[in-house]
């Protein structure tokens, strides 16, 4: 019975530990892959964070998508109206505009990954 007893006061311990030490930075893009620009964008929304906690950078999230073989990255924020800009790699927005035939970005686009989130955000895209 006193096994039974602390295998029941154990496990709950583990599954904490399995659930902490799980961290969501591993889905992540890696650092190293990401354009300067977007790193000093990124510094920034954290700057603006610790200032802010509550502000519009704390519910923000960068995404990397890949198109016609080059990485675009998307600013998402359920507070904005407008769709995510998204920008290449060297830090150029592709115009994309609503009805525009000659650009199917959005239903090409593919291999979605996190780069960044806010510690508030919400995926309203799910």
């Known amino acids: 019975m006193k096994k039974e007893n602390l295998s029941r006061r154990i496990l709950p311990l583990i599954l904490l530990a399995l659930l902490l030490s799980s961290c969501e930075k591993e889905y ?6 990401l354009p300067q620009w977007l790193k000093d964008n990124i510094q920034e929304q954290k700057q603006s964070i610790q200032e802010h906690p509550n502000g519009m950078a704390a519910m923000g999230a960068w995404r990397r998508a890949s198109w016609n073989k080059v990485y ?5 924020n359920a507070l904005l109206s407008s769709m995510p800009r998204p920008i290449s790699h060297s830090g150029d ?5 609503v009805g525009d035939i000659d650009t199917d970005y959005y239903k090409e686009k593919c291999c979605v990954s996190w780069v960044w989130k806010g510690p508030q955000y919400l995926d309203i895209h799910k």
């Open 28 to 33: 992540l893009v890696p650092e190293n892959e």
């Open 72 to 76: 675009y990255y998307e600013y998402h």
């Open 93 to 97: 927005t592709l115009e994309v505009w």
